[in-house]
């Protein structure tokens, strides 16, 4: 009896292991502490018909609580049959009408012999992570292409699964598609059996970094760990751009530790994607308006790759702590920029950066400009502004500006290190910040008040001021010409694209007779900015120029939103032509027309700008 009971008890110690802390994520139903997916193995194919994918995902379990049903994520989705691996069915609940910012939770009651789940589905054809693009919508202008966006929580719309970033699992997938469309995924690992491309990503990630775009891609090798991807009709330019890529993995490395992702490939999609480039790991995702020609765009490529340290390694637990992600990823991004092109480069990319910063910060209420911010009953999208990145990466300099920069280079590769694969929250940072940085050191914590950083309204007044020297050559022109001196006779002569992005903000900035519509078109006579291959420097002249009357730029705007679908330029876009004669009625007619080649996300954000209802 007595061994019988030890057996009992040790095999239940066996089947049940301890619960892990709870995290509370007002984003997702999942209840991981109960029972969570540790691997997630999908099988689909891809209908370009349709605009569906169709298949399984298969979650492999750990039960913490025998009697807990397994609760995932979805949005959207039509489910077909559930089974465990030994093929009973299992049921699901579900309520009917969705969590309009959650979706759908899934309750799948399990038995106790359940140790996998599978879930045959299909997705909807207007899934908001997918994005299926008509050939007329790609650089070849003769294939489909698709390409999906997770984060923060749009994977549920394309996989059942538990869409935490505190979840992480490792995945592998099997994908079909039509011949002549090859499917590429955020995996190092690639291969194909038959006509099915396979994947698998052995390290584990959190879901909004399980990407899939599908197309007639081809790739171009910069290093033997590095390459770029891109529509047949882009891959020259796309390599010749972005060729410095190994050296900033390198620099990387050298600066906050090995890359543990084995590949680092670019995926330059095309012009509709919603973001300026997306962190999926060994695949970044970008926007094809980063290949300028001059590299001067290149920064995108250093942010996102530094995700692969802050967020893709270490990851925000919630996204509260979404600047954990991208503030830590704006300092990083710097110090490559620093690395690889110098100090003055560096400089202006913060001064512009904070720039931003500062006008946006006016236009934000109180709670949205602090970085531990609260999002519960929000969409996490509303957290994305330049809070969290600029102000973010402001406290990291901050710290450094205290400590110096070899023991803030130590701190930050401890944090790599010491939180490798994890996700972290913001209450995580600040003991760990205090026990390395700040609790032996009273001269240094007396300098910086940790709490208003994080938990307050604004900028704190000791926030670094960074400055310029190759601004200040600009500003001087600057005043030159807003005292009228001809553009011609400006000293603008061996400018980089940062120096125009700062004369165009003076520019925008003067006032309405300085900024005449004769003016701009003197400026535009002698600078050719309506002309501009830049996106960054021809988003900021388009935006003043429709703001000032300047009409001479009315087809060249309408373009561009005919075919970008970057939400970052987007939105002062229409901005800028709401607020002009007949602004509303002409902001519509452009976007009716628009709309449909615009990613969900981008949708979103302007159907609320301009008051439109699908
Ligand atoms: N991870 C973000 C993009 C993102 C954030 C997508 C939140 C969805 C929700 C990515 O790393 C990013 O920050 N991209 C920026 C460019 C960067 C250089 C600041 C972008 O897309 O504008
Ligand atoms: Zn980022």
């Not at 691996?85 to 799948?108: A, F, H, K, S, Y």
Request: charged letters at 20%; glycine letters at 6%.
């Amino acid at each position: 009896m007595r061994v019988l009971f030890a057996c009992s008890l040790l095999c239940a110690c066996a089947t049940v292991p301890p619960r892990p802390p709870a995290i509370d994520d007002p984003h997702s139903f999942a209840r991981p502490y109960e029972v969570r997916s540790t691997h997630l193995d999908l099988d689909l194919t891809l209908d370009f018909d349709r605009h569906v994918a169709r298949g399984t995902a298969t979650h492999l379990l750990e039960r913490f609580d025998a009697t807990a049903p397994f609760v995932l994520d979805s949005d959207g989705l039509n489910l077909i049959a559930i089974a465990d691996q030994d093929g009973n069915e299992l049921t699901c609940e579900r309520p009917t009408t969705p969590d309009p910012v959650r979706g759908t939770r899934l309750q799948i009651r399990l038995l106790p012999t359940t140790k996998r789940v599978s879930i045959t589905y299909e997705t909807a054809p207007d899934a908001e992570a997918m994005q299926w693009l008509d050939p007329e919508q790609t650089a070849g202008g003769e294939r489909p292409f698709l390409f999906t966006q997770g984060q923060a929580i749009l994977t549920r719309s394309w996989i059942p699964l538990q869409d935490s970033p505190a979840v992480r699992i490792t995945w592998s997938a099997r994908i079909r598609a039509p011949q002549g469309l090859l499917p590429v995924m955020s995996a190092g690992e690639r291969g194909h059996d038959g006509d099915t491309a396979t994947f698998r990503m052995d390290r584990p990630v959190p879901p909004y970094l399980i990407a899939l775009a599908c197309g007639d891609l081809v790739s171009r090798d910069i290093s033997a760990r590095c390459a770029v991807w891109a529509e047949p009709a882009t891959i020259d330019l796309a390599a010749r751009e972005l060729s410095d890529m190994e050296h900033m993995v390198a620099a990387c490395e050298q600066l906050f530790g090995p890359y543990r992702w084995g590949r680092y490939d670019v995926l330059v999609l095309p012009p509709s994607f919603p973001f300026g480039g997306m962190e999926n790991p060994c695949l970044t995702f970008a926007t094809p308006t980063i290949l300028a020609g001059d590299k001067s765009l290149v920064s995108l490529i250093a942010h996102e790759l530094s995700h692969s340290w802050s967020g893709n390694l270490v990851t925000n637990a919630t996204w509260r702590d979404f600047w954990l992600n991208e503030g830590f990823t704006v300092y990083l991004e710097n110090r490559i920029m620093e690395h690889l092109y110098g100090r003055d480069r560096a400089a202006m990319e913060i001064v512009l950066g904070m720039q931003e910063l500062g006008a946006e910060m006016k236009t934000l209420p109180a709670g949205d400009q602090v970085l531990h911010i609260d999002l519960s009953g929000r969409n996490p999208d509303d957290g994305m502004t330049g809070v969290p990145y600029q102000k973010g990466a402001a406290f990291l300099r901050r710290l450094e500006q205290i400590v110096g920069r070899p023991a803030m280079d130590a701190f930050l590769r401890q944090w790599f290190d010491e939180h490798a694969f994890q996700s972290v929250t913001t209450a995580t940072f600040l003991a760990f910040l205090d026990q390395r940085l700040l609790r032996d050191h009273p001269e240094r914590r007396a300098q910086i008040d940790v709490e208003r950083w994080v938990g307050a309204a604004g900028l704190p007044i000791d926030a670094p001021v960074p400055d310029s020297v190759l601004f200040a050559a600009v500003d001087a022109e600057l005043a030159q010409w807003r005292n009228g001196t001809p553009p011609a006779s400006l000293a603008t002569a061996g400018w980089v694209s940062q120096q125009w992005q700062r004369f165009l903000s003076g520019v925008a900035d003067a006032d309405a007779a300085a900024a005449s519509p004769s003016r701009l078109a003197e400026l535009d006579d002698a600078f050719a900015f309506t002309r501009s291959g830049n996106s960054e420097i021809l988003t900021a002249w388009l935006v003043l120029a429709t703001r000032n009357g300047y009409h001479a730029v009315d087809r060249r705007l309408e373009l561009f939103l005919m075919t970008v679908g970057r939400r970052k330029f987007l939105k002062p876009l229409y901005e800028a032509v709401l607020a002009g004669a007949d602004g509303k009625a002409r902001a519509l007619a452009i976007y009716r027309k628009a709309r449909p080649r615009y990613h969900a996300v981008s949708q979103r954000t302007l159907d609320a700008m301009l008051g439109y209802t699908p």
